[in-house]
């Protein structure tokens, strides 16, 4: 019972850290959006964060999924 109680604890702080990925991904994405729609270069700076914040949000995505897997093996 203790490995569900862990894996489902687990899943709600993976679950949270994406939200909070995808909050900080939403500042440079504005900040494109705003240089697309003003016709102007991005910001090297707001392109690379929307980069790594897109790509933590697909590595937890993946831990996510493993977890929620883990888990439904072990109520099978």
């Known amino acids: 019972m203790s490995k569900k109680n862990d894996l489902k604890k687990a899943i ?20 494109l959006l705003e240089a697309f729609l003003n016709h102007k270069e991005p910001n090297e700076t707001d392109k690379e964060y929307f980069r790594v914040f897109s790509s933590l949000i697909e590595l937890e995505r993946e831990h996510l999924r493993k977890l929620t897997k883990e888990l439904a093996s072990l109520d099978n």
């Open 12 to 31: 709600s702080e993976s679950e949270a850290e994406i939200e909070s990925l995808e909050q900080k991904r939403i500042r440079s994405q504005a900040a």
